[in-house]
């Protein structure tokens, strides 16, 4: 998969990470079908897209350690110039509000804002 050369946004609302600004930012592809429509309500995307075009979620709306199957390894690999292809884990879903303030998000999900 040469996707290093190709050019990647976050989908996320207000989100400004693409393969440009935050090279070094892992972009994980949305899902085709029914799975992008619950990463779009998880992220709060309220937008129609396409449910075929190619979309990317920065790794910030994701706990990578748990999320993504052998994060430390494939770092590590990514660092060392190898290409690796890093893997979520089955049904994880994006958080709309980068890693940092994970904590509040979760309050605020549950609030139902
Ligand atoms: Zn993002």
Same mark, same amino acid.
């Given at each position: 998969?040469?996707?290093?050369?190709?050019?990647?946004?976050?989908?996320?609302?207000?989100?400004? %990470?693409? *393969?440009?600004?935050?090279?070094?930012?892992?972009? $994980?592809? =949305?899902?085709?079908?029914?799975?992008?429509?619950? &990463? !779009?309500?998880?992220?709060?995307?309220?937008?129609?897209?396409? %449910?075929? *075009?190619?979309?990317?979620?920065?790794?910030?709306? $994701?706990? =990578?350690?748990?999320?993504?199957?052998?994060?430390? &390894? !494939?770092?590590?690999?990514?660092?060392?110039?190898?290409?690796?292809?890093?893997?979520?884990?089955?049904?994880?879903?994006?958080?709309?509000?980068?890693?940092?303030?994970?904590?509040?998000?979760?309050?605020?999900?549950?609030?139902?804002?």
């Amino acid at each position: 998969m040469a996707n290093l050369n190709s050019f990647a946004r976050c989908f996320v609302p207000n989100c400004t %990470s693409s *393969s440009k600004s935050t090279p070094s930012k892992v972009f $994980f592809p =949305v899902p085709r079908g029914e799975a992008r429509q619950q &990463w !779009c309500s998880a992220v709060g995307r309220s937008k129609p897209m396409s %449910s075929t *075009s190619p979309h990317h979620c920065c790794q910030d709306h $994701f706990d =990578v350690e748990n999320d993504v199957y052998n994060w430390d &390894w !494939c770092l590590t690999q990514m660092h060392a110039g190898c290409k690796v292809k890093f893997q979520l884990k089955e049904n994880v879903l994006p958080q709309k509000v980068p890693k940092c303030s994970h904590k509040q998000v979760k309050d605020w999900l549950l609030c139902g804002v």
